[in-house]
């Protein structure tokens, strides 16, 4: 009698996943996902998004062929922090990352989302910048890894790959685009998962040691040899909110703000650290970014004819993003992305993606980085855990708006080590139509 209830229970198990396998999307049928940011691009850095002189055909092309988030936010507005939210769908206070301090070994055990696309059936890749800690080795969830460590170098790189760590000779925009190329092109029977993480448009930086970069050193922004002198004597409209240096700023109901720059622009800071303090951020600095830019565009291209090549690009979702923004001289600010206005926490936001993607379309409703992980996941057909913070994009991209969030949170935790002006800059935000409440955790009767 034992014998038969066992037997009839494997039977109706057997039945059961029969009927799940049966309602399944096939593996092969799943769409590929090509996730690509890029290190400090603004907003409004690229052509389509209204930049008066960059030529970014590529990018552009997402915009016309797909979806332009327009309110996209960060998690947080820092390289490390938010790279860790876009990859696990969480807030920084919840994944721990929540500086650019070295962080090696927490890194490693980050719920990371290419884990949950592996279980179901993606073959994975981390191509380019990691930077939660400046150790290069892989991370769990990947198939294929490389990497470099801290920031790298834009001539002729240090990259890890196959095991080890050498130099390349290159340029680190069209070598990183090159592996892309290269994992998209290999013959495969299952869909693919690619993260693109670009270490342009960030400047060269000189590092100390494992967690700390030397600021008495001037960043340089190292634009491919080809590119070098396209934007020359080209001028960028500053924003309305533009404030020169040299005018004093003085801005009410912003104590902290205020405070930050008198520190920031005073003799002693200006003995120490004028090398790096680039005063409202230079008409210089401006176009060797936009420089940078185009080998990144260029690289985008690549990938997109490699698709079309391969006659799946119109079954590929492309997300083409940036871990925060950066200051080009708004409140008096440069060299800084960290604190909490406008031009560091909003993001570029694209999606190309047809089969739910209609072209040209504008979509106004708040996301943010953590939103990245979820989505791909409900794509894939994978689980999403409790873990993940964020939602997915998909019902929206479907037109259903109704129920969508209504205010969105940014969090920030200063630490001394990178701008001695912003100690004790803590924040939280939140963000709700078109107010932003800020609230400075360590200054009373400050919040904005």
Known sequence: MMIKIILLQLFVLMMFNSIVQANAPALRDRPNVVVIVVDDQRWDEYGAAGHPYVSTPNIDRLAKEGVTFTSAYVASPLCSPNRASILTGQYISRHGVVDNLARNMSSKRLDLFAKDLQLAGYQTAHIGKWHMGNDPTPRPGYDYWLTFPGQGRSINPELYEDGALHEVKGYMTDLLSDRAVEFIAEERDTPFFLYLGHKAIHPEVKQKDDSTIDFTYKPKYQAAERHIGRYKNKIWPRRKNYQNSEMNPDFPGKPVLQEALQYKNSEKMGKKWDAVLDKNTSEQTIQDRAEMLLAVDEGLGRILDELARQNILDETMVLFTSDNGYYYGEHGLSVERRLPY???????????????????????????????????????DASIGLHVQGQSLIPLLMGAKQNWRKSILIEFTSYEKPMPWLVDASYKIIRKGKYKYIHWIHHKNSDE
Do not use: K
């Open 342 to 380: 406008e031009e560091a926490v909003r993001i570029p936001f694209l999606i190309r993606f047809p089969q739910l993607a209609p072209a040209g379309v504008r979509i106004n409703q708040f996301v943010q980085s953590i939103d990245i992980a979820p989505t791909v996941l409900d794509l894939a």
